[in-house]
């Protein structure tokens, strides 16, 4: 039979998007958890209309830039502890329990970690902050070495769930973390999978990254940092990480005529063109002192961007896919710790989970607690509340 290449990107990206759509799911409750609870605090700025869930469309708007703060809660565990109590390194972090809150456990979708399900449970958004600068600074001098991040999700992330991420990862590097979250959609994987129509995936996908490209999100970012460097002053150690498509905004960044520094740049699974990579790498490498590319190369989701690119007429190879080294660029391969390899599997092979990145980055070895703790499913609670 004579094969039709014509239709192999279509059939290729269909076949990748049905993988990853929620009706692969197995259906599960969300695992509650009872108090104590960890309170930790984070940092958001933004350029959405409104920092909210995946439902309101004004979260996918762009607006005037905002910065404020927030509160994630996460069930609590004894590595935090010294005796009986929250370690004082922690407590001078802001870090708190809280004995009367439940909440659930951290989970992976096809997108990452989510709020969504129940943010009342999760996270706390406080708002404008008229003190943003003062507890920023403050948690910067009392993390090891004056660290700060700044965390630039990707494709399909709400609100909501760009400040719960930032707390996972400020509970796991132990410093304070500030999520930049820009004007996503924010809606897949949580709706049926759409092959035609404006709200296909593929549809959506692009409409994330014309958002990602708009010169106001590139220059709000500039000036977020610039900002930073001028509040927390030459002691602070600031990070860049970014996920997925939040790198193609992150190499822009980089590859840009700004001068700042930082203590390092972490590319995770990152859905970016090598071509825009070589591009930010020739002003990188002066402005970073320690640069990291967390891959898998068998990332599917990377292949399916690719598969976009190719039914745009453009050969593209992306970074994220371990298919490329670079001198003086540390390249860590993940999908060693990407277990248990079964369906879910399948969808981790774009995620870090920011419990390994987080150790990897403090110890250089991933999270291992000696119980196999890895992933609690992404669950249909969102589609089972539709109904």
Not at 219 to 241: M, Q, W, Y
């Amino acid at each position: 039979m004579k094969v039709n290449w014509r239709f192999y990107p279509v059939l290729g990206l269909t076949a990748a998007l049905l993988m990853q759509s929620p009706l692969s799911a197995r259906a599960s409750e969300p695992q509650h958890v009872g108090p104590p609870v960890l309170d930790v605090p984070v940092f958001y700025a933004t350029d959405r209309e409104k920092l909210t869930s995946n439902k309101e469309e004004a979260g996918a708007k762009l607006a005037p830039f905002t910065m404020g703060c927030a509160r994630v809660f996460l069930p609590y565990e004894k590595r935090w502890q010294n005796g009986d109590n929250l370690s004082e390194q922690y407590q001078k972090l802001g870090w708190q329990v809280d004995s009367a809150r439940d909440t659930i456990k951290p989970f992976i979708e096809v997108r990452g970690y989510v709020a969504e399900p129940a943010p009342q449970s999760v996270l706390s958004v406080e708002g404008e902050c008229s003190d943003f600068w003062s507890r920023l600074k403050a948690q910067a001098e009392a993390s090891s070495d004056h660290r700060v991040y700044i965390y630039i999700h990707g494709f399909a992330s709400s609100g909501n769930n760009a400040v719960y991420s930032a707390g996972i990862l400020a509970a796991e590097l132990e410093a304070p973390v500030i999520a930049f979250t820009w004007p996503s959609k924010g809606t897949a994987g949580l709706k049926p999978l759409r092959l035609v129509g404006r709200k296909r995936m593929r549809a959506l996908y692009l409409a994330d990254r014309e958002m990602i490209d708009q010169p106001q999100v590139l220059s709000d970012l500039s000036a977020f940092i610039s900002k930073l460097k001028t509040e927390l002053g030459p002691n602070v150690k600031l990070n860049l990480i970014a996920h997925s498509l939040g790198n193609r905004l992150l190499a822009k960044y980089l590859a840009s005529d700004s001068t700042d520094e930082f203590a390092g740049v972490y590319f995770l699974a990152a859905d970016v063109d090598q071509q825009l990579f070589m591009e930010a790498l020739k002003k990188l490498q002066s402005k970073s002192k320690y640069t990291a590319i967390y891959t898998n190369k068998n990332d599917r989701v990377l292949k399916v961007s690719a598969g976009n690119d190719l039914l745009g007429f453009k050969i593209s190879h992306k970074l994220g896919d371990a298919n490329f080294s670079v001198p003086g660029v540390e390249f860590i391969d993940y999908g060693q710790i990407a277990e248990p390899r079964s369906i879910d599997y399948l969808r981790l092979m774009h995620y870090v989970p920011f419990e390994h990145f987080g150790s990897i980055v403090r110890t250089g070895q991933p999270f291992d607690d000696g119980s196999g703790r890895y992933i609690v499913r992404r669950t249909t609670i969102e589609r089972s509340r539709r109904k």
